[in-house]
């Protein structure tokens, strides 16, 4: 056996075996333990994760909260909210591809301590109409990009993709929460699909009335922030700047939230 053939094979082993060990995050969501995909750990483990975003939910979440995380992807934001909710509170994380709701269950199962509080739905939030979906890859493929309009997962092509759907399970906030149930905020990162999920929690809008935490996507979303003002809510920026009504797709940030009005 060759001495070159004895490296390949050690290095073949401890890559198997360092993909399968769990990432500890660092920064704001120190502690955290994740299997992540490739190039995550550089922004989850070296580098600070989405940190305007990670602030504002510490800055609005509080202890007993019940959240949803809509389009949680493999759960790192899951996690944060699992623990700024407290052995009090609870999370629904919503995820409509296969595999990374798969990463998720397997993610929050590395953290057991966070393990009561967090309900994982492999499931796309919609208006409710129907009670399965197409969900589209998109630039990404993979572990992230997925989205329920196929014309927004083709946005950036420079010659026609053929894209084929995977079927997945849909519902609607409102059908999902009864009447009378709490929840106290929402995050929503869907990729466009924010123009069907929120219409389609309007009468949570109107009766549990949750902040909610949004990630725009400009035309394909903006019949969600009509939804939103629709329901008297008043939008933010991340640091908690009043912004003001916004007359159409250019005057809404990427990311921002949206509080009750009085």
Not at 60 to 70: H, I, S
Not at 214 to 220: G, I, K, P, V, Y
Request: glycine letters at 8%; hydrophobic letters at 45%.
């Amino acid at each position: 056996m060759s001495v070159r053939y004895r490296l390949g094979t050690a290095r073949r082993i401890f890559r198997r075996r360092f993909r399968r060990r769990p990432w500890v995050a660092s920064g704001a969501l120190s502690g955290l333990r994740f299997r992540l995909p490739p190039g995550f750990e550089y922004f989850v483990v070296y580098h600070e994760y989405e940190p305007q975003l990670v602030q504002a939910l510490a800055r609005l979440v509080r202890p007993g909260f019940v959240c949803v995380d809509a389009g949680a992807n493999v759960g790192v934001l899951t996690l944060h909210l699992a623990r700024l909710v407290g052995p009090e509170g609870r999370v629904v994380a919503f995820e409509a591809a296969p595999e990374n709701a798969e990463q998720l269950r397997a993610n929050v199962a590395l953290n057991p301590e966070l393990l009561s509080r967090v309900v994982v739905e492999q499931a796309a939030v919609t208006d409710g109409t129907a009670r399965s979906i197409d969900l589209f890859p998109g630039r990404g493929g993979g572990h992230s990009g997925w989205t329920v309009s196929e014309h927004f997962a083709a946005r950036s092509d420079v010659v026609a993709t053929e894209r084929i759907p995977t079927r997945v399970r849909a519902i609607s906030l409102d059908h999902y929460f009864p009447p009378s149930a709490r929840l106290d905020l929402v995050k929503m990162d869907i990729e466009g699909g924010e123009a069907e999920a929120l219409p389609g929690m309007s009468r949570l809008m109107r009766e549990a009335r949750p902040i909610v935490v949004l990630e725009f996507h400009r035309e394909a979303g903006w019949a969600g922030v009509q939804a939103l003002l629709e329901a008297n809510y008043q939008l933010e920026d991340l640091d908690g700047r009043p912004l003001a009504v916004p007359r159409g797709t250019d005057d809404v940030p990427y990311q921002l939230v949206a509080r009750p009005g009085v």
